[in-house]
């Protein structure tokens, strides 16, 4: 008679539901705060959307999305907006990284009016 052998536990596939839960809320945060640091930085450069869009390559209503982070764009266009906004990848990536770990350092989700940037005009209509 053999002994019996004993099987380690399956392999899990994937994550569990509440990993996967967690893993969504930490992308959904990142993607916030990725829109935050654009919309700041676009203002600290003194931009319209639409000029920064030009810069990036992208549409206007791309950069809007990205900001309100309403998108999870790839990682190309990601690395356009940082050559717009003046600032390498792995920058804004370790900022992001920092934010995710340190909650006290985020910056408001919305500015107070009096704070906020002149670059929220339109760029001038042709005619």
Do not use: Y
């Given at each position: ?32 705060l ?10 600290e ?43 390498g ?7 992001l ?8 350092d ?22």
């Amino acid at each position: 008679m053999h002994p019996e052998v004993t099987h380690p536990p399956a392999a899990q596939k994937g994550p569990t539901p509440e990993q996967r839960a967690h893993l969504d809320a930490e992308v959904a945060l990142w993607l916030e705060l990725l829109g935050r640091l654009v919309n700041t930085r676009r203002n600290e450069l003194e931009m319209s959307q639409q000029e920064m869009a030009a810069r990036a390559g992208l549409s206007r209503t791309c950069l809007h999305h990205i900001e309100h982070g309403d998108t999870d764009e790839k990682i190309t266009t990601l690395f356009r907006v940082c050559r717009a906004l003046r600032m390498g990848f792995a920058e804004v990536v370790a900022h992001l990284e920092h934010l995710l770990e340190h909650p006290e350092d985020r910056p408001p989700k919305t500015l107070p009016k009096s704070q906020r940037g002149k670059n929220t005009r339109r760029s001038p209509q042709r005619r």
